[in-house]
Each structure stands twice: as structure tokens, then as C-alpha cells.
Antibody, heavy 121, light 110 residues
Framework: EVQLLESGGGLAQPGGSLRLSCAASGFTFKSYAMTWVRQAPGTGLHWVSAISGSAATTSYADSVKGRFTISRDNSKNTLYLQMDSLRAEDTALYYC??????????????WGLGTLVTVSS | QSELTQPPSASGTPGQRVTISCSGSTSNIGSNFVYWYQQLPEMAPKLLIYRNKERPSGVPDRFSGSKSGTSASLAISGLRSDDEADYYCSTWDDSLSGPAFGGGTKLTVL
């Protein structure tokens, strides 16, 4: 079955860290760029970060640049998001999503159900 | 704060046609394709329209997209109760160097 399954969310203190994972199945993982998109409670979608199929290129939204690191392990069909120096405004449901291309990430044809990150003391 | 502007809500009765607008700028909609996603309650977003007006396999032709200048719209004809969802427009933003999303429009079927 073609699917994405996120994990790793939870409660973190301000300044703390979390590592999100996204396990992919049912498609050739290394052939597609992947992305993280977040949705704060009651609000819309916001792009966070993206990585090419080979992991050669990465990109970040200004709001997370220098604090979050995206990576992938194509041998394990898994996408990661290392989140450091967390802030209250990082509280959101984090979705991983699959691009339709190897190096570009204009739009996404497969989404996971999300993992909830709460940053609070 | 979103780079793309959508009405927060829209509504219609079963069988009606509704349209959801999405307004942007020359750095996003004006120079790139527009995409639409449907998010049913408590579900992940689903791709509804790509490249302004194309439908992925399985999306009924009741859903149609269009773009003109720096604006785009999603039309839903023959409205059904299971169309109740949040709808998001999206496009590449040259200033962001990444995808931008609208704030979402909550569609209610009365």
C-alpha cells in the first residue's frame, strides 16, 4: 500500500529538541523529493522544509532555518526532521508529503496523517 | 500569515455550484502553476487540482480549477454533503523559494 506514516511527535520544552520520522512504503522512495508541512491548531498549512530524492539539496522556510534539519535514509525509506531550539510557535501537526518529482517540490500527491508537536513548559 | 488569500468560509446547498477564490501576487500565482488540496475533517490533505486545472486520477470532474493573472479559483459543481472540507490553494513562491499555501476555505454544505 502506498502510504506515509509519521512518528516522533510529542511534548517538548522551549529550547528543547525532537526528531520526527516519516516511514514511506509502496513507491520508490529515492525517486521523489520529500517535504515537511505543518499546521498549527485551527490554522492553515505552512511549508517547513524539503529535500531532493538523492538528499543532495535541502531547503528551509525562514522561520525554521538554522534550527531544523531535514534528512533522509533511502536504504530505510525514511524521512527525518531534526527540530532543535524549539519555540512555542513551532507547536503544530507536522505532515510529511511526497513530491511528484525527484528534485522539485512544487506540489505533493501523497500525505501522511501527521504527528503532533507541542512546545510548552 | 499566508502569501495567498482565500475567503475563510464558503457555503452552498446540495446540487449547487460554489467557487472558492485564491489571490496572490506576481511572485507566486502570477508566474507559477496553482494547486488545490482538499482536507476532510481529521484527515490529511489530498491533491485535488494540479497545474491550474488538471485533475489527478480519481478526482471527479465536478471539481475544476482556473487561473487568471494573479488569481485562481476552484469550482465545485453538483455539491454533495461529503464535499464539506477545508480547501487550500498553493503555488510556488519565488520570494519564499518554496511552496506557499492559502489560509484555507471551510466549505459548508447546508
Amino acid at each position: 500500500e502506498v502510504q506515509l506514516l509519521e512518528s516522533g511527535g510529542g511534548l517538548a520544552q522551549p529550547g528543547g529538541s525532537l526528531r520526527l520520522s516519516c516511514a514511506a512504503s509502496g513507491f520508490t522512495f529515492k525517486s521523489y523529493a520529500m517535504t515537511w508541512v505543518r499546521q498549527a491548531p485551527g490554522t492553515g498549512l505552512h511549508w517547513v522544509s524539503a529535500i531532493s530524492g538523492s538528499a543532495a539539496t535541502t531547503s528551509y522556510a525562514d522561520s525554521v532555518k538554522g534550527r531544523f534539519t531535514i534528512s533522509r535514509d533511502n536504504s530505510k525509506n525514511t524521512l527525518y526532521l531534526q527540530m532543535d531550539s524549539l519555540r512555542a510557535e513551532d507547536t503544530a501537526l507536522y505532515y510529511c508529503a511526497k513530491s511528484v518529482a525527484t528534485t522539485q517540490y512544487y506540489y505533493f500527491d501523497l500525505w501522511g496523517l501527521g504527528t503532533l508537536v507541542t512546545v510548552s513548559s | 500569515q499566508s502569501e495567498l488569500t482565500q475567503p475563510p468560509s464558503a457555503s452552498g446547498t446540495p446540487g449547487q455550484r460554489v467557487t472558492i477564490s485564491c489571490s496572490g501576487s506576481t511572485s507566486n500565482i502570477g508566474s507559477n502553476f496553482v494547486y488545490w488540496y482538499q482536507q476532510l475533517p481529521e484527515m490529511a490533505p489530498k491533491l485535488l487540482i494540479y497545474r491550474n486545472k488538471e485533475r489527478p486520477s480519481g478526482v471527479p470532474d465536478r471539481f475544476s480549477g482556473s487561473k487568471s493573472g494573479t488569481s485562481a479559483s476552484l469550482a465545485i459543481s453538483g455539491l454533495r454533503s461529503d464535499d464539506e472540507a477545508d480547501y487550500y490553494c498553493s503555488t510556488w513562491d519565488d520570494s519564499l523559494s518554496g511552496p506557499a499555501f492559502g489560509g484555507g476555505t471551510k466549505l459548508t454544505v447546508l
